[in-house]
């Protein structure tokens, strides 16, 4: 029996791990999720440092250099190494503050889906009866249509522009948060500790945010990791279509819509901005599959 004993505290260090490490082992050990989390740190890193990293401003044109080809075709300039667009203007620095607009909506759109639909889920979750009913009947309505078409209209109401954007998609996100945090707080509601805690006299709020809303974050970070990148997806292609950022402003979505009438004869121009939010959107959703794996007990004992 000491011989395991000693055998175990070898492997463990003597310690159990802290919280930190054993997230990091079971994250670590998907690697598509450790690159997802490597390319998602040099874009944050790019949009952050935007203009340190930049070689040009976004607006500045050239008028004698326009729809230059990349440095790597005939006719290319080291100057600008992705080329330029119809205007002028440098592609690799519209890029890299693209980075930073495409990353504002998606932390926006989260933040604002995240508070709203986890606070109205856990009304609806933890109350139930003729209230959750309510409320879920709403959320079956949103979800009724799709999202980008809801999008499209609310955006058409409100007026085109990257707030209203911003606000139209995180309204069309909020109903999954919800029905995933209602579902959370009726699978704990029942659960011993917060029976107890409810006997020993805690308060309705005290139940419903420090008691049971803790053990209920991990599918809402994994969801919340999904709908960055959906908001992403969503921002670019309200730009695409004209009803999210405003030209000149240097938006992925944007500048797809800027550049498709060149798409036969500049190819960069459609195709950079297209690979942007392509590498974006796959790192983001690449680091949500290893949260799922890190953070789902189901998953760690298999």
């Known amino acids: ?108 759109v989260v933040t604002l889906s995240v508070v709203s639909g986890v606070l109205i889920g856990l009304v609806a979750g933890y109350f139930r009866g003729k209230v959750d009913t309510f409320i ?61 805690s409810k006997v020993a006299g805690a308060g309705t709020l005290r139940l419903m945010f420090l008691t049971i809303l803790p053990n209920c974050l991990a599918p809402l970070i994994v969801q919340a990791t999904l709908a960055f990148s959906a908001a992403i997806l969503d921002a670019a292609a309200l730009g695409f279509l004209g009803m999210g950022a405003q030209p000149p402003t240097p938006e992925w979505g944007t500048m797809l819509a800027e550049a498709r009438e060149f798409i036969q004869r500049a190819w960069w121009v459609v195709t950079f901005p297209g690979l942007a939010i392509l590498i974006t959107v796959l790192a983001i959703n690449l680091m949500g599959d290893g949260l799922r794996d890190a953070l789902d007990p189901k998953l760690k004992r298999s």
Do not use: C
């Open 136 to 196: 879920m009947r709403i959320m079956d309505i949103i979800l009724a249509f799709p999202s980008l078409l809801l999008a499209l209209v609310l955006v058409a109401v409100l007026g085109p522009g990257l707030l209203n954007a911003m606000i139209a998609i995180s309204l069309v996100n909020q109903p999954h948060f919800v029905r995933l945090t209602r579902a959370a707080v009726m699978t704990e509601k029942s659960k011993d500790y917060v029976v107890g």
């Open 1 to 108: 029996m000491s011989t395991v004993q000693n055998t175990a505290d070898t492997k463990t260090g003597g310690t159990p791990p802290s919280g930190l490490s054993e997230f990091w082992f079971y994250f670590s050990r998907n690697k598509g999720a450790v690159i997802g989390l490597f390319v998602f740190m040099v874009i944050l890193f790019v949009a952050v440092f935007a203009p340190f990293v930049a070689p040009h401003s976004p607006s500045s044109q050239n008028r004698e250099l326009l729809l230059l080809p990349p440095v790597f075709q005939q006719g290319g300039m080291w100057g600008h190494i992705l080329g330029t667009d119809a205007v002028g203007r440098d592609i690799l620095s519209r890029l890299i503050y693209g980075a930073r607009f495409s990353l504002f909506i998606g932390l926006v």
